[in-house]
């Protein structure tokens, strides 16, 4: 890895997920036709793209039977634990309506409602993520949603991953259909005919996907347009230099443009964080990936004291932080911008993609500055409550017309001078 003054920080963010113009006319072109054309556009993509003919989409139950089949016991009860840590840690971020009283009978507060419909996008490929099926699917329990639906690209036979159907049935999704890509998402955002549309679409996926969601925004919301996986390590003489090697690559894997940095102080530990990455990659099965990711995004600052390596994580905002010093836990006052904060050596960062409770689904390319990880609060909407008493309304008619009127807005005004006036001549 690289080794270099902090003078010398290169901002995490990256702006692939822009895509290129050919990229975006596709996925313009594909959407379109899914919106005009419904299933049979869906399954020509389905056949172009996943190189599989499907005469039905959805997922039937004995699809999920067969899957408990094939999927190990003690796999199914890691799941099922990680599930119920991520339905407990999101309970707790539940918030209820709520209403007040004033001195003069006017009554005001918020009705928090969840939404009707979510679709979950579940990525294929290589690899299997039901991970990412519980991270989208419990805090949309939680908050109350009643339709789940899960979408996920099939396998030249077809199917979808056998773990990824268990972690969907554990997490109590009742709609799977198996599409993929920006025609999938085209789907979930304007239905066809098997699938009726949603008012959410949440989960990751490739370029592709990323500007398809963007696409479709605003005709439904979104989670959040997210970019290649980030870690930044905060670090100092106490930390295990195998240990911080280790987790700078645990993201590293994931994807060539994944960006791992290491922030510290120490020389010493710097230079030997270096050599544990190279010594690790070594036997990696990954490592062609890993090793791409470290040589173009990697990189190990120095700073001249911890002061300024605090200041380096919350200029680079990353989507994960690790502090790993002494008194870790008090320096998490300092810290301002990242998506999650792991403290201490046992709070290595798969805990939380995987089991601790907190949801991965996480800011990337600096947006941590402004958002935070997917939550309850992403699948409920909030309702302003008004109920105005008399007294009130008597009482401020005439300044909520003077304000009208200064906007120019002159049947405003008239709306509220209207009821005072047909009271007092009820008066008379």
Same mark, same amino acid.
């Given at each position: 890895?690289?080794?270099? $003054?902090?003078?010398?920080?290169?901002?995490?963010?990256?702006?692939?997920? @822009?895509?290129?113009?050919?990229?975006?006319?596709?996925? $313009?072109?594909?959407?379109?036709?899914?919106?005009?054309?419904?299933?049979?556009?869906?399954?020509?993509?389905?056949?172009?793209?996943?190189?599989?003919?499907?005469?039905?989409?959805?997922?039937?139950?004995?699809?999920?039977?067969?899957?408990?089949?094939?999927?190990?016991?003690?796999?199914?009860?890691?799941?099922?634990?990680?599930?119920?840590?991520?339905?407990?840690?999101?309970? $707790?971020?539940?918030? /209820?309506?709520?209403?007040?009283?004033?001195?003069?009978?006017?009554? !005001? #507060?918020?009705?928090?409602?969840?939404?009707?419909?979510? #679709?979950?996008?579940? /990525?294929?490929?290589?690899?299997?993520? &039901?991970?990412?099926?519980?991270?989208?699917?419990? &805090? *949309?329990?939680?908050?109350?949603?009643?339709?789940?639906?899960?979408?996920?690209?099939?396998?030249?036979?077809?199917?979808?991953?056998?773990?990824?159907?268990?972690?969907?049935?554990?997490?109590?999704?009742?709609?799977?259909?198996?599409?993929?890509?920006?025609?999938?998402?085209?789907? !979930?955002?304007?239905?066809?005919?098997?699938?009726?549309?949603?008012?959410?679409?949440?989960?990751?996926? =490739?370029?592709?996907?990323?500007?398809?969601?963007?696409?479709?925004?605003?005709?439904?919301?979104?989670?959040?347009?997210?970019?290649?996986?980030?870690?930044?390590?905060?670090?100092?003489?106490?930390?295990?230099?195998?240990?911080?090697?280790?987790?700078?690559?645990?993201?590293?894997?994931?994807?060539?443009?994944?960006?791992?940095?290491?922030?510290?102080?120490?020389?010493?530990?710097?230079?030997?964080?270096?050599?544990?990455?190279?010594?690790?990659?070594?036997?990696?099965?990954?490592?062609?990936?890993?090793?791409?990711?470290?040589?173009?995004?990697?990189?190990?600052?120095?700073?001249?004291?911890?002061?300024? *390596?605090?200041? @380096?994580?919350?200029?680079?905002? /990353?989507?994960?932080?690790?502090?790993?010093?002494?008194?870790?836990? %008090?320096?998490?006052?300092?810290?301002?911008?990242?998506?999650?904060?792991?403290? %201490?050596?046992?709070?290595?960062? &798969?805990?939380?993609?995987?089991?601790?409770?907190? =949801?991965?689904?996480?800011?990337?390319?600096?947006?941590?500055?402004?958002?935070? &990880?997917?939550?309850?609060?992403?699948?409920?909407?909030?309702?302003?409550?008004?109920?105005?008493?008399?007294? @009130? !309304?008597?009482? =401020?008619?005439?300044?909520?017309?003077?304000?009208?009127?200064?906007?120019?807005?002159?049947?405003?005004?008239? *709306?509220?001078?209207?009821?005072?006036?047909?009271? =007092?001549?009820?008066?008379?």
């Amino acid at each position: 890895m690289k080794i270099q $003054k902090v003078t010398d920080l290169v901002s995490l963010k990256r702006s692939i997920e @822009a895509g290129t113009s050919e990229q975006q006319m596709v996925v $313009k072109e594909i959407i379109a036709d899914v919106r005009a054309r419904g299933n049979e556009a869906l399954r020509e993509y389905t056949e172009k793209f996943d190189r599989i003919r499907l005469d039905n989409f959805s997922v039937a139950e004995t699809d999920i039977e067969e899957a408990y089949r094939q999927v190990d016991d003690d796999l199914v009860a890691v799941i099922r634990e990680a599930a119920e840590n991520i339905r407990k840690y999101h309970e $707790k971020q539940l918030r /209820p309506s709520w209403m007040t009283t004033e001195e003069n009978g006017t009554i !005001l #507060g918020q009705k928090i409602t969840p939404l009707d419909s979510v #679709g979950v996008y579940v /990525p294929g490929g290589t690899a299997a993520y &039901p991970s990412s099926v519980l991270m989208n699917v419990v &805090p *949309a329990k939680v908050a109350g949603v009643e339709r789940i639906v899960m979408v996920s690209p099939p396998d030249e036979n077809g199917k979808l991953p056998a773990a990824v159907l268990v972690a969907a049935k554990e997490a109590g999704v009742k709609e799977i259909y198996k599409a993929g890509g920006a025609q999938a998402i085209a789907a !979930l955002a304007y239905g066809t005919q098997t699938i009726q549309p949603v008012d959410k679409i949440t989960g990751p996926g =490739n370029i592709f996907v990323a500007l398809a969601k963007r696409e479709v925004y605003g005709d439904v919301d979104i989670d959040m347009i997210a970019g290649p996986s980030e870690i930044a390590v905060l670090a100092d003489d106490s930390a295990r230099a195998d240990e911080v090697a280790a987790d700078l690559l645990s993201q590293a894997e994931h994807d060539p443009r994944a960006c791992s940095v290491l922030v510290t102080p120490s020389e010493q530990l710097a230079e030997q964080v270096a050599a544990e990455v190279e010594k690790q990659l070594a036997t990696l099965p990954r490592r062609e990936i890993a090793a791409r990711s470290i040589a173009d995004y990697g990189a190990i600052y120095i700073t001249t004291d911890m002061e300024e *390596a605090v200041a @380096a994580v919350n200029q680079l905002a /990353p989507e994960h932080l690790e502090i790993q010093c002494e008194n870790a836990i %008090g320096m998490l006052g300092k810290i301002r911008h990242a998506g999650a904060i792991f403290i %201490g050596r046992y709070s290595s960062e &798969p805990v939380g993609d995987y089991f601790a409770g907190p =949801n991965h689904v996480l800011p990337t390319n600096g947006t941590a500055r402004f958002s935070s &990880p997917l939550n309850v609060d992403d699948f409920q909407k909030k309702s302003s409550v008004i109920i105005y008493s008399e007294t @009130a !309304l008597k009482t =401020n008619a005439s300044k909520i017309a003077t304000f009208a009127r200064n906007e120019g807005l002159e049947a405003h005004a008239r *709306a509220v001078e209207i009821r005072v006036k047909n009271d =007092n001549e009820n008066d008379l």
